[in-house]
């Protein structure tokens, strides 16, 4: 597969069309997140898997949706992120996996929207999925932003929830309150904002909270505000800040 170079000349009717987040971004980050997308293109390998092909569409949502990740931070951030195969639809791995419900393991081929391979490994996403999420938000599921995450948490070499930070303070509130949101969760008592999926393990804690960061700010502020807060400090952005204010009839 060739590499690409720079955005296409219609990129921006490709955005327009179909990633949804741009319309909460103001000019100076719609700006920024097209200079990381063009970095993501071309800095990266783009791959097509079971006779799918690699449009300008398919390149440009993903890149878009992954910058949203970094607008705050720097492309650096992205340093395991090597290879990025795109699967048509979800695909499936054989092997027994873990499911949703903790402690079963289910022994079929496992259907997955996404994959994040470890260290620099490639990354697996499932075109529509992604183009859904893309389109919808509100959700509180977006593949492209859970695996992305998952490259982020590896960064420092470990898959553990905890992705690099320098800042020793910063650090020890974010054990902190991860550890207290995953225990929560774990007890059946985490409400119900962040998909049981969280439940898993320290790294898909922080890929499903981190989707649910971006996609659904607002109830995670007011239902996990410390959540909220630590992601927050972490990413170097305020999500719930480009929401548009809720209706004034639930206002009293
Ligand atoms: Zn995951």
């Not at 327009?16 to 390998?45: M, S, T």
């Not at 509180?140 to 930070?165: C, Q, S, Y």
Request: aromatic share 8%; net charge negative; proline share 6%.
């Amino acid at each position: 597969m060739a590499r690409r170079k720079q955005l296409p000349e219609d990129w921006e009717s490709i955005v327009r069309r179909g990633v949804a987040y741009w319309n909460v971004l103001d000019e100076h980050e719609r700006q920024q997140l097209a200079e990381l997308a063009e970095f993501i293109i071309a800095a990266k390998r783009w791959e097509a898997a079971n006779g799918f092909v690699l449009t300008d569409d398919v390149v440009v949502t993903i890149a878009m949706e992954a910058a949203v990740l970094i607008l705050g931070l720097d492309a650096s951030y992205f340093g395991k992120v090597t290879t990025i195969i795109v699967h048509p639809t979800t695909f499936s791995i054989p092997g027994p996996h873990a499911t949703e419900i903790m402690g079963m393991v289910d022994a079929g081929p496992r259907p997955l929207l996404g994959e994040a391979h470890h260290d620099r490994g490639p990354m697996l996403l499932a075109w529509d999925q992604v183009r859904y999420a893309a389109r919808h938000r509100g959700r509180g599921r977006n593949v492209v932003w859970h695996e992305f995450a998952h490259k982020v948490d590896m960064l420092d070499g470990v898959v553990d929830g905890t992705p690099p930070m320098q800042d020793r303070q910063m650090l020890d509130r974010w054990i902190d309150v991860c550890t207290t949101e995953l225990e929560l969760l774990r007890s059946g008592q985490g409400g119900h904002v962040l998909d049981p999926y969280a439940a898993t393990d320290p790294g898909e804690f922080f890929a499903v909270a981190t989707e649910t960061f971006f996609d659904l700010p607002l109830v995670m502020r007011s239902e996990k505000p410390e959540l909220y807060d630590v992601l927050s400090n972490f990413y170097r952005q305020d999500p719930a800040s480009r929401e548009p204010a809720p209706a004034s009839s639930e206002t009293q």
